[in-house]
């Protein structure tokens, strides 16, 4: 019997897409072949390479003078790639400290550049997004970075920033094609594929053409945006299953009716959560109700001795994943896309039963 | 119905992977969870991280001061950051050039350091292996790399090299599991994934303990075996679905009686199409015997007009990916451990009847 799993990554996939995959797994559309073992110099897997790739340019409407990247690494190792892809004669970057991941993010990023902090969250215990006419940019930096969506925090912002002719750089891992976004806007966004993606091992980078001319000498081939671009992210062996997997879930996706619907669902499938959230007396959620992530939604108890017993409890109905990150405690709820209305109302009516018999 | 996959990899996998992999992709072992969406950190995926490396390490005999790493971005990512890895404070790695992985690797260990190619196989077009008496080491080298079985021209050490105290470096990616080898011998083994272990994506990284602290500071964490190694190859989300398959080709290979087994029988198999092309007067390979590949044959036809009718009866009669890689042309098969004698057999059959008709 399959559970509700409230994972933050690697994550809940659609079931038709692993109904899929396993009908799939031995012979590939006749091929005679599993798509693990596909060249991915074949006319089959180019096939599904290029599928996957327009179906995730109509989904986010991806214009055509930025190209779109599936690479290696993950959100982490991304964190040093963006800047050695950027920083070429340019000294300094800005970073919006909203979390564990911008922390993670600037942490890296000092690797290759000078990091100025223009905005943080920790004066508050990172439970808001700093509003821009806060920040302190600097004029001329390499780029401007933003984590939209806190996976640990449970914060997502609501607005795009203006950083004017300083291209803005966007961790989206844990949020992208769960709303509609302007893509325009950003010079790159660069997620890890295991919140609405597909398996981990899979890195998306959106990057728009004019910034491919900057990479750091030190760039590793593999992780060399332009190079990539060249040799449409076949400079190597890319994770071809994976590839295929994100496939299926942007068919789903279309099928669904495209990010605007699905964003539509999310807004009120987190709604259901945050609104019982506010009107507990025992569970409670202390981010700014106008940056709360649709995506993350972390929670504590009135009485942390009792998360235990509730996680228990949660497992025996058949909800799993939910103690939150090691680095803030409490629990915490992925509801990502292929999370369906009825997990969430599960989960709910779990809750307050509980609160019913222990608050 | 199954073809037979002569792809130099992406490569064919056990049949019996395949089935398990389908059958358990809705619901692992009861966990209501495919294996792609359960979070890194849970006890499932642990147990499932676990058993493969140890399955690994019963394979190849890898000694307890040796770490395993499963790590992302292929032999290629690998290039750069096997260097980025062992350089700090010694300017100049050795390299001994034997084909195209070889040139790749020397090419973008450059970024970081200064190549010295200690012997080279192009003056007779790659066909064989340098004897290690004609290698110009480096005294007090970072390292001495080599490609121990070369993809593209079919050429495999048949010795291992005996650097002192020089750490052995060697890219294993097209041979790594497929015969038995003395893993004390070497400071760093490492290897993509996609041709006798899983699906691209993931990279194997084997290293001495006492080589872990020579990283540059400009290694991204998530390439920076140090802090890898301490985390269990999870400081960053790992390619975990491409570790559970790899754990259950380990599996598969332990059933099969593991490497030396394995060996016994890709011996037998290369030895069935060498002994052909060594007897027939229309195909032809150029390696010389003693360096010739168990894993990767490419051999030409008399007449390179006939390479497209041959490529082309060889999918009718269900035998496919026979094409040579595009550096060098002509034919190649590629016949790892998944590759039954049946497949070698069909194929040789098939190269007769062929040779008959047209030769």
């Given at each position: 019997?399959?559970?509700?799993?409230?994972?933050?990554?690697?994550?809940?996939?659609?079931?038709?897409?692993?109904?899929?995959?396993?009908?799939?797994?031995?012979?590939?559309?006749?091929?005679?072949?599993?798509?693990?073992?596909?060249?991915?110099?074949?006319?089959?897997?180019?096939?599904?390479?290029?599928?996957?790739?327009?179906?995730?340019?109509?989904?986010?409407?991806?214009?055509?003078?930025?190209?779109?990247?599936?690479?290696?690494?993950?959100?982490?190792?991304?964190?040093?790639?963006?800047?050695?892809?950027?920083?070429?004669?340019?000294?300094?970057?800005?970073?919006?400290?909203?979390?564990?991941?911008?922390?993670?993010?600037?942490?890296?990023?000092?690797?290759?550049?000078?990091?100025?902090?223009?905005?943080?969250?920790?004066?508050?215990?990172?439970?808001?997004?700093?509003?821009?006419?806060?920040?302190?940019?600097?004029?001329?930096?390499?780029?401007?970075?933003?984590?939209?969506?806190?996976?640990?925090?449970?914060?997502?912002?609501?607005?795009?920033?203006?950083?004017?002719?300083?291209?803005?750089?966007?961790?989206?891992?844990?949020?992208?094609?769960?709303?509609?976004?302007?893509?325009?806007?950003?010079?790159?966004?660069?997620?890890?594929?295991?919140?609405?993606?597909?398996?981990?091992?899979?890195?998306?980078?959106?990057?728009?053409?004019?910034?491919?001319?900057?990479?750091?000498?030190?760039?590793?081939?593999?992780?060399?945006?332009?190079?990539?671009?060249?040799?449409?992210?076949?400079?190597?062996?890319?994770?071809?299953?994976?590839?295929?997997?994100?496939?299926?879930?942007?068919?789903?996706?279309?099928?669904?009716?495209?990010?605007?619907?699905?964003?539509?669902?999310?807004?009120?499938?987190?709604?259901?959560?945050?609104?019982?959230?506010?009107?507990?007396?025992?569970?409670?959620?202390?981010?700014?109700?106008?940056?709360?992530?649709?995506?993350?939604?972390?929670?504590?108890?009135?009485?942390?001795?009792?998360?235990?017993?509730?996680?228990?409890?949660?497992?025996?109905?058949?909800?799993?994943?939910?103690?939150?990150?090691?680095?803030?405690?409490g629990m915490r709820a992925s509801i990502y896309n292929a999370m369906p209305m009825a997990g969430v109302q599960a989960l709910v009516d779990y809750m307050r039963e509980f609160e019913r018999r222990r608050?």
């Amino acid at each position: 019997m399959r559970v509700f799993n409230f994972s933050a990554g690697p994550a809940v996939l659609p079931e038709v897409v692993l109904q899929r995959a396993a009908a799939e797994m031995l012979d590939w559309h006749g091929s005679g072949m599993s798509v693990m073992e596909m060249s991915h110099r074949g006319k089959e897997f180019i096939s599904i390479a290029e599928r996957a790739e327009a179906d995730l340019r109509a989904l986010l409407a991806i214009p055509k003078h930025y190209k779109v990247l599936f690479l290696q690494g993950g959100a982490i190792g991304e964190n040093a790639i963006v800047p050695m892809n950027l920083v070429n004669g340019r000294a300094v970057a800005d970073y919006v400290d909203t979390g564990e991941w911008s922390k993670k993010s600037l942490k890296e990023a000092r690797k290759y550049c000078t990091v100025n902090v223009a905005a943080s969250a920790s004066d508050r215990g990172y439970t808001y997004v700093p509003p821009q006419s806060s920040w302190q940019l600097t004029p001329g930096a390499a780029y401007v970075h933003v984590c939209t969506n806190e996976t640990i925090g449970g914060v997502e912002y609501g607005f795009t920033p203006d950083t004017g002719d300083v291209p803005l750089v966007a961790d989206m891992s844990s949020h992208l094609l769960s709303r509609v976004v302007d893509v325009a806007k950003y010079g790159v966004i660069y997620g890890g594929a295991q919140k609405n993606m597909g398996p981990a091992g899979l890195t998306l980078v959106i990057v728009r053409d004019d910034l491919l001319d900057r990479a750091l000498p030190i760039t590793p081939s593999a992780f060399h945006w332009q190079e990539q671009a060249a040799a449409d992210s076949m400079l190597n062996t890319p994770a071809t299953y994976s590839i295929y997997i994100a496939g299926l879930v942007f068919e789903w996706l279309l099928a669904q009716g495209g990010v605007a619907a699905i964003e539509r669902v999310n807004v009120a499938k987190s709604k259901l959560l945050y609104d019982y959230l506010d009107g507990s007396s025992f569970f409670r959620n202390d981010v700014l109700p106008q940056d709360r992530s649709r995506m993350n939604v972390p929670f504590k108890l009135a009485d942390p001795a009792l998360d235990g017993e509730f996680l228990k409890g949660a497992e025996q109905h058949g909800m799993v994943q939910l103690k939150g990150h090691r680095a803030v405690g409490g629990m915490r709820a992925s509801i990502y896309n292929a999370m369906p209305m009825a997990g969430v109302q599960a989960l709910v009516d779990y809750m307050r039963e509980f609160e019913r018999r222990r608050g």
